[in-house]
């Protein structure tokens, strides 16, 4: 194959894993990774515990060091190198206070995701502050440090983590989100689970909308629609959206607002791909495109990216939306969709929701509550867990999910026992039954 130029935009998950990956096929290419941080392979995920305590130096947030990917992998990569324009066959960069051009064959769009602004009154006042890239980690500890009382603004798996970590402080954490639940995606009574265990620790305010931000320099308080906070330090925590100002002049967008993809993860035009958070991917459940914003599909669409770059064919077969998170003692995790996301997908559903021990009676420790969502036809949609024990069930749901699995798999699938951590009759299995009883199965 002839000599390539290829540039990738993004230094991230899916920026570095397309990089590498080409490199290893086509060691003779020139590959360019323009990031405009100072960092590379970051890991947003490792936040909340660098702001806890969990560790101490914010660079170990980076997966591997830049000289590892210059030295090591032979890749070339240009930090505190932002890209400001893009056409057909070159770029501008700003590097080192000028703007240069390069030119590319190939080009790679992994831009990631970016905090969504409140847009409020007051919200760029001094101690307002977003969780986005890994250099908020460092200011958000800090300012958290000299702060008495913190404000956390939704309550979706970032806000949820954050005032995890923030509490962890000793600081007095308010939680303010605008819908009736913490993490709003699952169903109310997965999230009635956690929701008891954030309000043991903060105070947890549902249902109310934020106004405004008041405070002479700096913040002071936060203003909602029932009532008002004090606090020395807001982290606002209310969504994410692709980051596609550079690609929405040049590739088609898909309904959710992320670059259209296919499973080559191929833009709409040639020699151009995307990957990571600013692409759409294939929900395996629905089978329609959906924006799945997870370090796992960032990392592997960013691999198959890289492959099919550099000339070789691989599919990226799309993803079941799996996640987990915690806070404190109660682990919550998700794959597939939840009943309410089911029945706005047109599925007919019936669930099955049970509240049992993950591991064996003598054991003191360990509710599981586990709900499975499935459809009529018995294809398993979906799901949910909170409790103690959680990660291996959606560890195992994930699988399940990604082969298109129904209750009779569920059931049969052969979990392993071994008393501490699990039971004869696995949560996942004892929700299958009942599952049968309701489709009518032996
Ligand atoms: C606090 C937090 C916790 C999270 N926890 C989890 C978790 O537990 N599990 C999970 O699966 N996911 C989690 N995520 C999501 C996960 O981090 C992302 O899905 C993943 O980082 C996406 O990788 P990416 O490469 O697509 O984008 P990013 O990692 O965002 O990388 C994109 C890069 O592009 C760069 N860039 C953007 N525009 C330009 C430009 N014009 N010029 C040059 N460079 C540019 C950015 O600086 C950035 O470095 C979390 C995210 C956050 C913020």
């Given amino acids: 194959m002839r000599y390539v130029d290829v540039a990738i935009i993004g230094g991230g998950a899916a920026g570095m894993s397309a990089a590498s990956r080409i490199k290893v096929l086509r060691s003779d290419w020139n590959v360019m990774v323009f990031e405009k941080t100072s960092f590379v392979s970051h890991a947003p995920c490792g936040i909340p515990f660098y702001v806890s305590g969990f560790f101490e130096h914010f660079e170990e947030l980076c997966t591997y060091d830049i000289n590892h990917f210059r030295n090591e992998r032979g890749i070339d990569v240009h930090t505190g190198a932002k890209v400001v324009e893009v056409s057909e066959g070159a770029i501008i960069v700003e590097e080192n206070s000028k703007e240069k051009l390069y030119e590319w064959d190939k080009l790679l769009f992994a831009t990631g995701a970016k905090a969504k602004r409140l847009d409020v009154k007051n919200d760029e006042l001094e101690g307002v502050v977003y969780v986005d890239e890994i250099l908020s980690a460092e200011r958000i500890k800090r300012l958290a440090l000299k702060s008495e009382k913190v404000a ?20 007095e954490v308010t939680v303010i989100e605008i819908l009736e639940r913490p993490l709003p995606e699952y169903d109310a009574e997965i999230a009635a689970i956690l929701k008891s265990e954030m309000e043991k620790i903060v105070d947890l305010r549902l249902s ?72 759409e ?162």
């Avoid at 603004?153 to 600081?171: F, H």
């Avoid at 934020?210 to 009532?227: L, M, N």
């Fill in 152 to 171: 956390i603004i939704g309550s979706g798996y970032i806000g949820v983590e954050m005032a995890d970590a923030i509490s962890r402080l000793g600081k």
């Fill in 281 to 442: 991917t294939i929900n395996i459940v629905t089978g329609k495109p959906d924006w799945i914003h997870l370090a796992t599909p960032a990392n592997k669409t960013g691999y198959v990216a890289g492959v099919n770059m550099a000339g070789y064919e691989l599919n990226y077969p799309g993803s079941v939306k799996c996640q987990i998170t915690s806070f404190y003692n109660v682990e919550i995790g998700k794959a597939g969709l939840s009943e309410y996301e089911a029945i706005r997908e047109g599925y007919e559903v019936v669930s099955a929701f049970v509240t049992t021990k993950s591991s064996a009676k003598y054991f003191q420790d360990g509710l599981i509550h586990l709900k499975v969502v499935a459809d009529r036809s018995g294809r398993v949609l979906g799901v949910q867990a909170a409790g103690k024990g959680v990660g291996m069930r959606i560890y195992g749901a994930t699988a399940l999910l990604y082969k298109k699995a129904d209750v009779r798999d569920l059931f049969f699938a052969d979990f392993p026992y071994y008393p501490p951590v699990s039971r004869v009759w696995d949560p996942l299995v004892v929700a299958a039954r009942n599952l049968f009883r309701k489709l009518g199965m032996p």
């Fill in 208 to 279: 109310e909308r934020v106004i405004a931000f008041e405070g002479k320099d700096r913040v002071e308080r936060v203003i909602t629609d029932k009532g008002e906070y004090k606090c020395d330090l807001a982290i606002v925590a209310v969504g994410v959206a692709p980051n596609i100002e550079l690609a929405k002049k040049l590739v088609k967008l898909g309904k959710s607002g992320a670059i259209s993809t296919n499973s080559k993860m191929e833009t709409s035009k040639e020699d151009i791909y995307a990957a990571g958070d600013c692409a």
